[in-house]
């Protein structure tokens, strides 16, 4: 089966992280979090990826082609200006012409494609959208079905008051070539808002699928960092890392730690990471390949890119810092902050 992957968003709610890089291209644990999504579709046997792209489309091309395009064939459809969900769609009509999956490119999950691929299937499903269970949908496009799966209702963004049902379309869906009917050529045109209501009310048969798989939108600083402690915890996994449950330091190629550095688990240290003298670090915190962590310095459920280096006696809390910044010695940062790439703090 093909898969459509939609990496056209801005993703600003990671500025500035995303400022100057693709959000498939944020790393989650040291990686781009696109090769895992592309590591796990080729261990599903899917084959053939078309790529929607918009914004830096060159720097994930440059990356895909890096990594040999993952061993599948890789198709790139670039937009000039943002289609939205739909309109992205219907721009790469022309490699649909049987079933095929779409994800939204910012979406880690476990979920199991083949029992989903087998649901649709079975059902005669013109559209199949994955679903997740949260306990507050209001920030959520939600999700009633009858008791067979079959989707009643959309709501975007219930008031608390009209929530409805507690699942979410979750950014995973298989399609049946007939969706391209619903969508106008060279449109801006929303998949949730527009293409999902149509279909029903044309009364076209859509099911909701849903399974008790780990998934996560990791397109917020706080969903983000979620990610990286839920790959910790053992919650989830992904490809070519595995914590042990519980406390884990995971230490890479190269990284020299002082032995009067304090480190509490789960932790990650990347390749060629050093750690100086009577550093405090932990739990939670994930530090990128060539980064140096300078003496006395105390970090916290923090993720660090590559290349960054932490001044002497820092303080960070639940801090976020993109590649190749620096933060000055004796600085403290304010809990929750996010630091783009190149900078100086
Ligand atoms: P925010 O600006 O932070 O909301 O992020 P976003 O721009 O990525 O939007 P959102 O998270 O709603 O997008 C969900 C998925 O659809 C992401 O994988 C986006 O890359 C993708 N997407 C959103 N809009 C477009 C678009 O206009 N074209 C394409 N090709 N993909 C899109």
Redesign the pocket.
């Known amino acids: 089966m093909k898969a459509l992957i ?9 500025y500035p992280l995303t400022y100057t890089l693709p ?1 498939p291209l944020v790393p989650i644990v040291n990686r781009p979090f696109i090769g895992h999504m592309m590591r796990r579709l080729s261990n599903y046997g899917i084959t053939e990826v078309v790529m ?3 914004y830096l489309p060159d720097m994930l091309k440059h990356y895909i082609e890096s990594e040999d395009n993952f061993g599948m064939k890789v198709d790139y459809v670039i ?1 000039d200006c ?4 739909g ?2 769609i219907k721009n790469a009509a022309s490699h649909f012409n049987e079933t095929f999956m779409v994800f ?3 979406v880690l999950t476990d979920l199991d494609l083949g029992k989903m691929i087998d649901y649709h299937t079975r059902r005669g499903s013109v559209a199949t959208i994955s679903l997740a269970y949260v306990d507050d949908p209001t920030a959520y496009g939600v999700i009633d079905t009858d008791d067979n799966g079959r989707i009643l209702r959309f709501t975007e963004k219930p008031a608390p008051d009209a929530v409805t049902s507690h699942h979410i379309n979750a950014g995973t869906y298989i399609f049946e070539p007939e969706i391209l009917d619903y969508i106008p050529p060279e449109t801006e045109y929303s998949l949730e808002r527009k293409v999902y209501p149509d279909l029903l009310a044309h009364k076209r048969p859509m099911y909701g699928y849903f399974e008790e798989a780990y998934w996560l939108d990791i ?1 917020n600083p706080e969903k983000y960092f979620q990610a990286h402690r839920d790959i910790a915890a053992g919650y989830v996994s992904i490809d070519g890392l595995s914590f042990n449950e519980g406390d884990d330091v995971v230490i890479g190629e190269n990284a020299v730690i002082s032995p009067t550095a304090r480190i509490t688990g789960p932790a990650y240290i990347g390749d060629g990471v050093r750690i100086m003298d009577g550093v405090d670090l932990g739990p939670n915190v994930f530090i990128g390949r060539n980064s140096i962590v300078d003496s006395h310095s105390s970090l916290k459920e923090s993720i660090l890119w590559e290349n960054v280096v932490i001044g002497e006696g820092a303080v960070l809390n639940r801090a976020i810092i993109g590649t190749s910044s620096r933060i000055r010695p004796a600085v403290y940062l304010d809990p929750g902050a996010v630091i783009g790439c190149n900078e100086r703090v």
């Open positions: 939609l990496v056209g968003g801005k993703g600003t709610r990671l959000k929607s792209m918009c937009e943002p289609l939205g969900t309109g992205a939204n490119g910012d397109g």
